[in-house]
């Protein structure tokens, strides 16, 4: 899945500079919306992979994690004394 996103995103790239020509505009729509695919299948994969991890009583690993990170610095910039 990781090789198709990143030929995709590597295609929609080379679109993008050629965006003046009608034809490359299509395909760009199109490749958007494969992207958008990959993309939601990815969030139903992890939705799946937690889940998964939850039922099995899996819990993550921090050790080496240089920062630690509470409920309340969840949504603010990481900046390592945390």
Do not use: W
Not at 41 to 49: D, P, S
Not at 55 to 78: E, N, Q, W
């Amino acid at each position: 899945m990781l090789g198709e996103e990143k030929s995709n995103s590597e295609k929609l790239t080379d679109l993008l500079a050629t965006a003046d020509d009608l034809q490359n505009r299509l395909q760009i729509r199109l490749h958007l919306v494969k992207a958008h695919s990959m993309l939601n299948q990815r969030i139903k994969n992890y939705a799946f992979l937690f889940t998964r991890f939850d039922d099995l009583g899996i819990k993550s690993d921090l050790r080496g994690v240089p920062y630690k990170i509470g409920a309340k610095g969840l949504c603010r910039v990481i900046d390592g004394n945390g």
